[in-house]
């Protein structure tokens, strides 16, 4: 299995929800990683967990909580997120030494 | 991490080389370079990656000048479906769980 997959595809939630992404891959990664991707611009660093552990918050408000229960998955919980948070989320994983990142294909978030 | 300098957009005839540039003047002895793609409304592609000595894969070739303070992503049979954003990244390649942070990239156009 050489994919990380991304569920669900697209979402549509409401400022009062609260909602999860989910990220999963067997590759045996052990660094995963949240970006975030608005239309017409770059993919932009949100949190960096290693070996299940939090090691880099690029300041990214409350809102967005990540959580890696294992080391397989990881999970962005979302809640009372507001219509600038509409974006695609990607999620990727990376092995230790000078190897490529594997990205998923995103979610599709729209805020309403 | 370095810096690196890519242009907006390029044009490419279809069955063509793609030369695609990237500055990186202030890359340091222990960065590599690193090129990804990202088709529209998909997740980012890790193309290839290289120290200081020319690097080919089934997908690409990457040239690094003597100097390291460039380089150039090859693809030498452009066909229509390389049409993506194409990113330069210079970093620590050993670095597991380290950023991996995106410019703005360049667009290629591949035109038939």
């Known amino acids: 299995d050489t994919e990380v997959t991304q569920t669900p595809k697209h979402l549509v939630m409401g400022m009062t929800n609260k909602k999860s992404l989910k990220c999963e891959q067997h590759?045996?990664?052990?660094?995963m990683y949240w970006y975030k991707q608005k239309a017409k611009k770059p993919p932009e660093l949100m949190f960096v967990?290693?070996?299940?552990?939090?090691?880099i918050n690029e300041s990214v408000p409350s809102r967005f909580s990540p959580e890696c229960p294992n080391s397989s998955l990881l999970n962005l919980h979302l809640h009372a997120l507001q219509p600038e948070d509409s974006a695609l989320y990607l999620c990727?994983?990376?092995?230790?030494?000078?190897?490529?990142?594997?990205f998923g294909s995103g979610t599709r978030l729209t805020v309403v | 991490d370095a810096k690196t300098t890519q242009p907006t957009s390029m044009d490419c005839a279809e069955g063509r080389a793609a030369n695609l540039p990237c500055n990186h003047s202030?890359?340091?002895?222990?960065?590599?370079v690193y090129w990804y793609r990202q088709i529209h409304s998909q997740g980012p592609q890790y193309i290839i990656h290289?120290?200081?000595n020319n690097e080919t894969n089934e997908m690409a070739s990457l040239i690094i000048t003597e100097d390291r303070k460039s380089s150039t992503l090859i693809l030498p049979h452009a066909t229509l479906r390389d049409t993506a954003v194409y990113y330069c990244?210079?970093?620590?390649?050993?670095?597991?769980?380290?950023?991996?942070?995106f410019g703005q990239g360049t667009e290629l156009s591949v035109k038939p």
């Open positions: 290289g120290l200081k």
């Open positions: 590759m045996g990664h052990r660094a």
């Open positions: 990727a994983s990376s092995q230790a030494g000078t190897y490529g990142y594997t």
């Open positions: 967990y290693s070996y299940e552990k939090l090691s």
């Open positions: 202030t890359i340091s002895g222990n960065e590599y």
């Open positions: 990244i210079v970093r620590p390649g050993y670095n597991q769980g380290g950023k991996l942070i």
